[in-house]
């Protein structure tokens, strides 16, 4: 069964020329590209997407850099795209990731960790609509 993720790829990400890298992963293992923009994020926006961290000490810090330069957003599609996206992006930390994975090779911290996929299903739908609302 198809389904769809949203992916970001994220300000440090579109900075160091990493668009092509984390296009060609998503593309090599077989996902489908369904939408795509680049954008330059407003904090109403980030806090909506980031909704789910509010409370936690780094949501502020999250805001300024996921609004600080334009990042990347795609609609990702194919069978297990949530999980499939997931585990080419590697673990949130970059460190403990796996070399191999977009944070494995790519960063060391993390905040600034390059790309983003929803989580779950239910986190998909509403990112999507949030990022993309007339689309799907
Ligand atoms: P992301 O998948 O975009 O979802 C939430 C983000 O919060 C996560 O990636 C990290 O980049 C960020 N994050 C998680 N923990 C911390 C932290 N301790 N300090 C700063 N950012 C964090």
């Given at each position: 069964?198809?389904?769809?993720?949203?992916?970001?790829?994220?300000?440090?990400?579109?900075?160091?020329?990493?668009?092509?890298?984390?296009?060609?992963?998503?593309?090599?293992?077989?996902?489908?590209?369904?939408?795509?923009?680049?954008?330059?994020?407003?904090?109403?926006?980030?806090?909506?997407?980031?909704?789910?961290?509010?409370?936690?000490?780094?949501?502020?810090?999250?805001?300024?850099?996921?609004?600080?330069?334009?990042?990347?957003?795609?609609?990702?599609?194919?069978?297990?795209?949530?999980?499939?996206?997931?585990?080419?992006?590697?673990?949130?930390?970059?460190?403990?990731?796996?070399?191999?994975?977009?944070?494995?090779?790519?960063?060391?911290?993390i905040g600034?960790?390059?790309?983003?996929?929803?989580?779950s299903?239910?986190?998909?739908?509403?990112?999507?609509?949030?990022?993309?609302?007339?689309?799907?």
């Open positions: 069964m198809s389904e769809r993720t949203l992916v970001l790829i994220k300000p440090d990400g579109v900075k160091r020329g990493l668009i092509g890298d984390v296009i060609a992963r998503i593309e090599r293992k077989g996902l489908k590209i369904a939408a795509m923009e680049l954008r330059h994020l407003d904090a109403e926006t980030a806090k909506a997407h980031y909704a789910e961290h509010a409370e936690r000490p780094f949501f502020g810090e999250l805001v300024e850099f996921i609004t600080s330069a334009p990042l990347v957003a795609l609609v990702v599609e194919g069978p297990r795209a949530i999980e499939a996206f997931r585990s080419l992006a590697g673990l949130t930390d970059p460190v403990k990731s796996a070399p191999g994975t977009i944070r494995g090779d790519h960063a060391l911290e600034e960790n390059v790309v983003h996929g929803s989580d299903p239910e986190s998909a739908a509403r990112e999507i609509k949030i990022f993309f609302p007339d689309r799907f």
